[in-house]
Every structure is written in C-alpha cells, then in structure tokens.
C-alpha cells in the first residue's frame, strides 16, 4: 500500500513544491511505495518559476506541477495521509496550516528563498540551497521503512531526521 505524505505551505509556490519534487524523485530512485504531494492553506495560484527552474535542473520532470490548495486533499477521494508535514517559517511571520486527523505530523520549517536577494543570481542561489536542504531531509524521508512502523515510531523517525 502506497505511503502519502502530504506537504503543507501557505501558498504553495515554492517551498512545499520543492519538498514534494524531492521526495518524489528520492522515493522513485529508491524503489519506495510513497508518494508525496504539496498544497497550500492560502495557494498563490502559481508556482515560483524559479522553483521549477531549480527542480528542473536536478532532472526533476515538472510538467504536471500547480499550485494547489489543501481543499483537493479533504475530499472523500483524496488519498489518504499518513504523513503531514508543516514546511513554513514562523522567522517569516507566516501561519502554518494545521491539517486536523489522525496523520503523523511534523513540521520542518525552511525560510522562503521568494524572500531572498534582490538580482536573479541571488535568488536562483537561494532557491538551489533550499532545494538542497529540502532534497537531503526528503532522501532520508524516503529511507523511513514506513509499512514496519506503528505511527509513534514514525513520529520518533520523523523528529530525528
């Protein structure tokens, strides 16, 4: 049975986006049944392209990515979460979304690289350190042997990642 994990931002435009590519692309090396998606509790409506331009330079495939709200994962057809994971930044005065249920969550807050620098090349830099940060949490995510663990142990996996 699939793992989902669902990966939670204000507006899902960057951070969430790149969490959720990451994770995808680790899962799929690794050969794990998980699957990660990303939404925001207020969605821009777009994803950074520089987001995407990060994601796409790591060979990540893009093309089916949107900004997305939290609301397509409370419908009866949604896929179940097992996971919730909070990637946003207090340090920003930003609202985490809080996700009600009986998933095991975490949160693991990154700045907004959107806030960074003010030429493209810092910005670019920005989102690429982001991207790398998020990409090496997301590769030991996807080593977690979710389908052996009750959901406090992978709370206790989850906390010392």
Not at 35 to 63: C, F, K, Q, W
Request: proline fraction near 6%.
């Amino acid at each position: 049975m699939t793992t989902n994990i669902l990966i939670l931002c204000t507006h899902n435009s960057a951070r969430s986006v790149l969490a959720e590519g990451m994770f995808n692309h680790w899962a799929q090396e690794l050969g794990v049944d998980a699957r990660a998606y990303s939404a925001g509790s207020a969605p821009s409506g777009r994803i950074n392209p520089v987001a995407i331009e990060v994601l796409e330079n790591a060979d990540i495939d893009t093309s089916s990515y949107r900004s997305k709200s939290w609301d397509e994962f409370t419908a009866p057809d949604a896929p179940t979460m097992r996971v919730v994971i909070t990637v946003c930044d207090s340090a920003a005065q930003e609202t985490c979304p809080y996700w009600p249920g009986s998933p095991v969550q975490i949160h693991w807050g990154y700045p907004d690289p959107s806030n960074v620098g003010a030429s493209a090349d810092e910005k670019r830099d920005a989102f690429e350190s982001t991207r790398q940060a998020i990409g090496e949490r997301m590769r030991k995510l996807a080593q977690i042997p979710f389908d052996t663990l009750n959901d406090a142990q992978l709370r206790a996996a989850l906390e010392s990642i």
